[in-house]
C-alpha cells in the first residue's frame, strides 16, 4: 500500500526594509518559475540552522542583501506540485532591515525596492501581498514609538 503522507517541508525568509528620505521600501525578487511576478525572497531551512539563519542566508542567495532581523512576522503553508509530488510548504518570515548590497542580481533575478504604493500594481502571490502589509503595519508602528 503506497503512503498518503504528503511530505512537508520548511522555509523562511525575509521581507527587507529601508528608510529613504521617510518613505519605506520593500526588496523582492522575480521568481524563477514566472519572471512576470514578484516574491519576497525565501528557501529551504538546511539541517542544524534556525529559521533565522535560513532567512538571512537565502537573502543573500537571491537579493544579494545583508540585512538584520527585526522582528518574525509568522508563517503561512500552502501546497505545491514539484517535480509531479504533491508537497506541503511551511514558510516563516522575518521582518528585516537593508545593511547593504554585496551582490548584483544573483542567480539572474531582478531585484528591487518598491514604496509601498508600488507594490499595489504588482504580480504578488496572495499570501506575500498579506506579509508585506504586516510589514507595512510593523514600519508605521515602530515609527510611532
Not at 44 to 70: D, Q, S
Not at 98 to 113: A, C, L, S
Amino acid at each position: 500500500m503506497m503512503s498518503t503522507k504528503i511530505p512537508l517541508e520548511y522555509r523562511a525568509g525575509g521581507i527587507v526594509c529601508r528608510n529613504i528620505e521617510g518613505r519605506y521600501e520593500f526588496l523582492l525578487v522575480t521568481s524563477n518559475s514566472n519572471r512576470e511576478r514578484w516574491i519576497i525572497p525565501a528557501g529551504h531551512i538546511e539541517n542544524g540552522e534556525t529559521a533565522e539563519e535560513a532567512a538571512l542566508r537565502e537573502v543573500v542567495e537571491e537579493a544579494g542583501v545583508c540585512a538584520k532581523i527585526l522582528l518574525p512576522l509568522g508563517n503561512f503553508r500552502y501546497s505545491w506540485y514539484r517535480n509531479q509530488q504533491h508537497i506541503h510548504i511551511d514558510t516563516c518570515l522575518f521582518l528585516m532591515e537593508y545593511e547593504k548590497t554585496i551582490m548584483v542580481n544573483p542567480e539572474g533575478r531582478d531585484v528591487r525596492f518598491f514604496s509601498y504604493p508600488e507594490i499595489q500594481s504588482l504580480n504578488l502571490w496572495d499570501e506575500s501581498r498579506e506579509f508585506l502589509r504586516r510589514a507595512y503595519e510593523a514600519v508605521l508602528s515602530s515609527k510611532k514609538n
